[in-house]
């Protein structure tokens, strides 16, 4: 079955960086546009960031754009986002999501992994 | 980035059904449709629904959807202690170029 599976969280300190990496299984990523999205504790989904297919074009939300870098790895079937100068409220679990068309259509998200809790604190 | 609009809470007897709303505009639900994910505390978003009606393999059938313009619909019926979770619609927005998420709809079952 379709599996995502994220790694990489932990707690850090204000500033600092940090790695996510989401593996999948089950399919082939390669002709998918993947995404990040995140949910501070408590609180509501938030959309991060996403890449298409051939990592040709990358969009981020306005809350992470500059200090956030997605990227993937196809031959590894792998989805990355690299955190920079992190603040407080980058603290939440952090989903690898998958878009439900092959290409660039835009569409809803038909796998989630189970997360990878970051956790800013000084 | 604003998001879609959905009420905090929403608390029905057991057996009894539920419509959550969703409501966005022209550039995100009245445009490309809105998808709803169901959440119990501890576990990732699951998919209940797409594309405003579709319903994926393996989802109940008391689950339904529907779009009226610019707001999406998610009715349950036959209420069921397991049904107790957060709701949450999505779409992508056109405008913004953003997947845009509602705040969530804490369903009590009671």
């Known amino acids: 079955q379709v599996q995502l599976v994220e790694s990489g969280g932990g707690v850090v300190q204000p500033g600092r960086s940090l790695s996510l990496s989401c593996a999948a299984s089950?399919?082939?990523?390669?002709?998918?546009?993947m995404h990040w999205v995140r949910q501070a504790p408590g609180k509501g989904l938030e959309w991060v960031a996403e890449?298409?297919?051939?990592?040709?074009?990358?969009t981020y939300a306005d809350s992470v754009r500059g200090r956030f870098t997605i990227s993937r790895d196809n031959s590894k079937n792998t989805l990355y986002l690299h955190m920079d100068s992190l603040r407080l409220e980058d603290t939440a679990l952090y989903y690898c999501?998958?878009?439900?068309?092959?290409?660039?259509?835009?569409?809803?998200?038909?796998?989630w992994g189970q997360g990878a809790l970051v956790t800013v604190s000084s | 980035q604003a998001g879609l609009a959905q009420p905090p809470s929403v608390s029905r007897d057991l057996r009894q059904t539920a419509t959550l709303t969703c409501t966005g505009n022209?550039?995100?639900?009245?445009?490309?449709?809105a998808a709803w994910l169901q959440q119990h505390q501890g576990h990732p978003p699951k998919l209940l629904s797409f594309?405003?009606?579709v319903r994926p393999s393996g989802i109940s059938e008391r689950f339904s959807s529907s779009r009226s313009g610019d707001t999406a619909s998610l009715t349950i019926v036959g209420l069921q202690p397991e049904d107790e979770a957060d709701y949450y619609c999505s779409a992508w927005d056109t405008g913004l170029n953003v997947m845009v998420f509602g705040g969530g709809t804490k369903l009590t079952v009671l």
């Open positions: 890449i298409y297919p051939a990592a040709t074009i990358t």
């Open positions: 022209i550039n995100n639900v009245g445009n490309q449709g």
């Open positions: 594309r405003n009606s």
């Open positions: 999501a998958k878009g439900a068309t092959p290409g660039t259509w835009h569409d809803f998200f038909d796998y």
């Open positions: 089950g399919l082939s990523i390669s002709d998918y546009i």
